[in-house]
């Protein structure tokens, strides 16, 4: 009678697993990320305020007219040019955020300014 018992439990089982989703359906579920680490550059041609972004991480942070600049507490926000001359992973701006504790090729936050906590 216990392996009657046994080979029920295993039919449980097995019909409760059948219902979780396989990894490959979970991962297309997987959302775009709102928030990527990039190195930021200082570049001459940048204008005070503004900073300049790949049109593919723009795309895939879904970045609007400004973006959030983060790196050690510090939040800066800046007004978003997409440029092609940009390196995916690498975001450019002028040396004025070296006033604000934010030095030239630093590792920084970068989010869309209406998603930061």
Request: no cysteine.
């Amino acid at each position: 009678m216990s392996s009657e018992g046994e080979v029920e439990k295993k039919r449980d089982i097995k019909a409760f697993l059948s219902v979780i989703p396989p990894a490959e359906a979970l991962r297309k579920q997987k959302k775009p990320p709102q928030e990527k680490r990039v190195k930021l550059r200082y570049n001459p041609s940048v204008k005070s305020g503004s900073v300049h972004v790949n049109p593919e991480l723009a795309r895939e942070l879904s970045l609007g007219e400004s973006a959030e600049i983060s790196v050690h507490g510090r939040k800066v926000k800046l007004k978003v040019v997409v440029d092609e001359g940009v390196p995916f992973g690498e975001v450019w701006s002028s040396a004025d955020l070296k006033s604000q504790g934010i030095a030239d090729n630093s590792i920084v936050t970068l989010r869309s300014a209406g998603q930061h906590e």
